[in-house]
Each structure stands twice: as structure tokens, then as C-alpha cells.
């Protein structure tokens, strides 16, 4: 299995606070991603990183930041938590960007209740 | 732009009946396509993928899927159910270009009876 951590795995928080998650790899793969798991919905793109301090918006990036200061570390924050942001957030890796090598590896999630 | 259609969010099967699972996808150039599968309380782990190399793809667990250009789909099958497959499976695109993202479909929890 890719070694890759999410933290916290479970977390409560009311409207209006803001939200820290945090993924954590062991592979040193380049690309990282965030995305909210919702029931009919599948899996959406917050936000992805090609880089240290490299990222760029998904289709569903407003309301989140990220930061990746490290190869290892990529961190989602929501500014201001709303209940529109309950769901389910996994992180995912992936050594090349796209193409026939493309692959992406994924964290056991985080799940979010805003109340 | 890329997308992916899953017909069908539920589908249920007897053990040891087939599994057929749909997708079909749109893309301006040609795809690389997947398929992943979510087991409950699980993140998401790849199954097979199709990179132009074979049309007919073997993944793990028994399951393949066959790239069908004129039909643009990229359908999952299993010869015979298990208990086991009950999961949510996601099918995905993505045109291997840049720094292009892979989209996701809806998923499909499929359902074994026994």
C-alpha cells in the first residue's frame, strides 16, 4: 500500500471555525490532491499540487486553500467552515500527471461534520 | 472537455451471476481510462486502466474491461460475483495531456445477494 496518512481521520466542528486537514506521504510523489466525496456527486477536485508551493484550483475550490511547503505534506484548509462542507475528504498521490503511467493512490479519508 | 457517465448508481447481483458495470466517456483527444474500487471506510484504489496498449484490459480480482472506441464506453465485467465485490466502483478519464486532472464518474455501489 502507498504510504499515505490523513489526519485528522474523523472531525466535528461548528460553522464559522476554521478547519485544518492534513495529508502526509512516504512516496515522494509530485502530485498531490485533494478531493470532497459526497452521495451523487462521486469524487470532485478541490485543489491539486504539482509541487512544493505549486498548486492550482479544482472544480470545486471555493471556500478552500491549500499549502504544500513540503514534497510530503499538502494541507486543506477551510477559512470559515459552513455545513455545505460536511463530506468526506481524501487526499490522493500520483507520480506523473496524466498519460498511460498515470495512477493515483489514495489516503483512507477524513470525515467532516459541520454543524 | 473530459467526462464520465456511470449508468446506474446501484446494481445488484446474485453471487455468481455476471457483473456488468457501465460507463462511457467524452473526450477531444484519445483517453487513458480507469477503474477504481472503494470497499466501505476505504479510500479509493485503482482496479484496471486502459492506456491504448490492449483494448481488452485484465484487472485485479477477476474484473476486466473493454475499450470500445466507436461506442466511446469503457464497461467493467466479472464473469462470476462474489460476496467480496460488494463495493462502490468509479470509472475515470483522463486525455494525458499537461497538467490535465483525472475526472471521476458518480460510482456505482454494486450489491451481491446471496
Known amino acids: 500500500d502507498a504510504g499515505i496518512t490523513q489526519s485528522p481521520r474523523h472531525k466535528v466542528t461548528e460553522t464559522g471555525t476554521p478547519v485544518t486537514l492534513r495529508c502526509h506521504q512516504t512516496?515522494?510523489?509530485?502530485?498531490m490532491y485533494w478531493y470532497r466525496q459526497d452521495p451523487g456527486h462521486g469524487l470532485r477536485l478541490i485543489h491539486y499540487?504539482?509541487?512544493?508551493?505549486?498548486?492550482d484550483k479544482g472544480e470545486v475550490s471555493d471556500g478552500y486553500s491549500v499549502s504544500r511547503s513540503k514534497t510530503e505534506d499538502f494541507l486543506l484548509t477551510l477559512e470559515s467552515a459552513t455545513s455545505s462542507q460536511t463530506s468526506v475528504y481524501f487526499c490522493?498521490?500520483?507520480?506523473?500527471?496524466?498519460?498511460?503511467?498515470?495512477?493515483?493512490?489514495f489516503g483512507p479519508g477524513t470525515r467532516l461534520t459541520v454543524l | 472537455a473530459q467526462s464520465v457517465t456511470q449508468l446506474g448508481s446501484h446494481v445488484s447481483v446474485s453471487e455468481g451471476a455476471l457483473v456488468l458495470l457501465r460507463c462511457n466517456y467524452s473526450?477531444?483527444?484519445?483517453?487513458?481510462l480507469f477503474w477504481y474500487v472503494q470497499y466501505p471506510n476505504q479510500g479509493l484504489q485503482l482496479l484496471l486502466k486502459?492506456?491504448?496498449?490492449?483494448?481488452l484490459v485484465k484487472g485485479i480480482n477477476g474484473f476486466e474491461a473493454e475499450f470500445k472506441k466507436s461506442e466511446t464506453s469503457f464497461h467493467l465485467t466479472k464473469p462470476s460475483a462474489h460476496m467480496s465485490d460488494a463495493a462502490e466502483y468509479f470509472c475515470?478519464?483522463?486525455?494525458?495531456?499537461?497538467?490535465?486532472?483525472?475526472?471521476f464518474g458518480i460510482g456505482t455501489k454494486l450489491q451481491v445477494i446471496p
Open positions: 475515470a478519464v483522463s486525455e494525458g495531456r499537461g497538467y490535465q486532472k483525472v475526472t
Open positions: 486502459y492506456t491504448s496498449a490492449a483494448t
Open positions: 499540487s504539482y509541487g512544493v508551493k505549486d498548486t
Open positions: 512516496e515522494n510523489h509530485r502530485y
Open positions: 490522493a498521490i500520483s507520480e506523473s500527471s496524466g498519460g498511460p503511467h498515470h495512477t493515483q493512490y
Open positions: 473526450s477531444s483527444v484519445p483517453p487513458y
